[in-house]
């Protein structure tokens, strides 16, 4: 065997690890939060700590991972979303994606409170997902199919609501949150519409909203 093919077979071997590891990672922290000890990660990964702490020296780098693979998936509903023809279809396509993820993940919520560099990242995640969420929103008031008064800042309230939802009935009725979710949309529907009394939060007072709930 040459030289160069034993590099390419290590190669492939440190980058399965590392996939194996994160996998790992996802599951426990999804299921358990993110106080999971990395030695049950890599227990659960069938590796070694040597081979952890090669590829994620801290336990922070580890989380930092998972979360970079849990918004990609964030990214990707609201792609979907943009390109769905109908943007009721997109919008509703985005919400169910999105809280499905939250409840299949428990450690999503831990990870976004954490550190404030954590926070900078969910800004940049929120930074691409913004656009394509405008689109779709005002794609839904082009086609008459979402209220009027609806605005992409009305879209945390629906996430804070739906997670406190998903966190108190998790261990009871782990779907209810379908319920939840089909109770807002038939309220967010053109033809169900009445005039909000007050308007939605600006982007500061959303800014000041959650670094008061992190706290």
Known sequence: ???SVRTKELRSD????????????????????????VEE?????????????????T???????????????IVTLAERAAAEQDAWTGFAGFLEGALS????NR???DILAMREHRARRAEAMRARIRPLLNRVIERAHEQGTLRPDFTADDLPL??????????????IAPDYWRRYL?????????????????PPLTRAQLARTTVRRAG
């Open 107 to 109: 450690g999503l919520r």
């Open 101 to 104: 993820l939250h409840a299949k």
């Open 41 to 57: 990660v890599t227990h659960h990964a069938g590796l070694g700590m040597g081979t952890l702490y090669r590829h994620f020296p």
């Open 158 to 171: 629906i996430f804070w609501t739906a997670g406190r939802v998903i966190e108190t009935t998790a261990a």
């Open 14 to 37: 440190a980058r399965r690890n590392r996939e194996r590891l994160i996998a790992s990672a996802r599951e426990l922290f999804s299921s358990q939060g993110v106080e999971v000890p």
């Open 59 to 73: 336990k922070e780098e580890l989380i930092d991972a998972v979360l970079e693979d849990a918004f990609a998936g």
């Open 182 to 198: 089909a109770l807002i949309l038939d309220g967010l529907r053109a033809d169900a519409a009445t005039p909000l009394p007050v």
């Open 1 to 3: 065997m040459t030289t």
